[in-house]
């Protein structure tokens, strides 16, 4: 299994940016699909967006479509997600997970995950 470690939260006001790093060990990263998600305390883990192997497919949940932009270099086993214009109710803890194929938004088909960074939007 891959081992992934989230970087980059923090605490930024609403209208604000930050950019999540995911660094993943092991020589074949690039073989898996790549997934970010997102807890909010008391709330169920939610999918926030995914990336295929290559990076040429990406898919997001409704409520980031055009404030969030997931991305990859595989040259360096890193998955991004760049957050902007942040709300307040993108406050949670930012989970990357990676999978064998396939663009979902399960947790549960997920293999690996990271410890999580937490990202908190003031207002």
């Known amino acids: 299994q891959v081992q992934l470690v989230e970087s980059g939260g923090g605490l930024v006001q609403a209208g604000g940016s930050l950019r999540l790093s995911c660094a993943a060990s092991g020589r074949t990263f690039s073989s898996y699909v790549m997934g970010w998600f997102r807890q909010a305390p008391g709330k169920e883990r939610e999918f926030v967006s995914a990336?295929?192997?290559?990076?040429?497919?990406?898919v997001y949940t409704d409520s980031v479509r055009g404030r969030f932009t997931i991305s990859r270099d595989n040259a360096k086993n890193t998955v991004y997600l760049q957050m902007n214009n942040l709300k307040p109710e993108d406050t949670a803890v930012y989970y990357c997970?990676?999978?064998?194929?396939?663009?979902?938004?399960?947790?549960?088909?997920?293999?690996?995950w990271g410890q999580g960074t937490q990202v908190t939007v003031s207002s």
């Open positions: 990336i295929s192997s290559s990076g040429a497919r990406t």
């Open positions: 997970a990676s999978k064998d194929s396939g663009l979902v938004s399960e947790p549960s088909m997920y293999r690996s």
